[in-house]
């Protein structure tokens, strides 16, 4: 059964940095592109980055102006989201998404979820 | 490129046809896909290339649309249908927008 695991959410202080990990199972995660889409309290969906299946290319949202770096590790089969100088609209939760397509060129539709984790920005 | 879904709120009593509409403010081909998000839970992919359903989703889900413009259409409503659903492209290069999403709710 595919899974997806997110963790590393909490509370931090504005200006403070978080690491959020998502622990894949049950798929093809070396052949996955991966992504990170987040909702804020009361708002919609927000793409936040992706990775491609090799881990050569990333892609960030505009809004995040380089605060925030993707990387993914195939061995463990973990992505993660690494933030930094966080903003209280960073407050949301964060989901973890799996790629549909499997070593392919085609690229973003969201085909699975994990639970997600809520990042709290306050002080 | 900017999606564009209405209306904000559709109000539709269970066994009616719901339609959801939205566009994008630029082709994305049918680079198009629709979720379902239920309170408490991950969102759902229900269609992908504008009318290519995942697997598992009920044919009562039916997508159609190129280009700018694209539907999402509920034949008779069942209770688990009630949700807020999300278009998004991905066209090109991400990152992807998503719509505002459409609140589908029982009348």
């Known amino acids: 059964e595919m899974q997806l695991v997110e963790s590393g959410g909490g509370l931090v202080q504005p200006g403070g940095s978080l690491r959020l990990s998502c622990s894949a199972s049950g798929f093809t995660f070396s052949g996955s592109a991966m992504h990170w889409v987040r909702q804020a309290p009361g708002r919609g969906l927000e793409h936040v980055s992706a990775i491609t299946y090799d881990g050569t290319t990333t892609y960030y949202a505009e809004s995040l102006k380089g605060r925030f770096t993707v990387s993914r590790d195939n061995f463990k089969s973990t992505v993660y989201l690494q933030m930094t100088s966080l903003r209280p609209d960073d407050t949301a939760v964060y989901f973890c998404?799996?790629?549909?397509?499997?070593?392919?060129?085609?690229?973003?539709?969201?085909?699975?979820w994990g639970q997600g984790t809520l990042v709290t920005v306050s002080s | 490129i900017v999606m564009t879904q209405s209306p904000g709120t559709l109000s539709v009593s269970p066994g009616e046809r719901a339609t959801l509409s939205c566009r994008a403010s630029q082709s994305v081909g049918s680079n198009l896909a629709w979720y379902q998000h239920k309170p408490g839970q991950p969102p759902r992919l229900l269609v992908y290339r504008a009318s290519t359903r995942a697997t598992g989703i009920s044919t009562r889900f039916s997508g159609s649309g190129s280009g700018t413009e694209f539907t999402l259409t509920i034949s008779s409503l069942q209770s688990e249908d009630f949700a807020v659903y999300y278009c998004q492209h991905y066209n090109g290069w991400p990152p992807y927008t998503l719509g505002q999403g459409t609140k589908l709710e029982m009348k």
């Open positions: 998404v799996k790629d549909l397509w499997t070593y392919s060129s085609s690229f973003g539709v969201f085909h699975s």
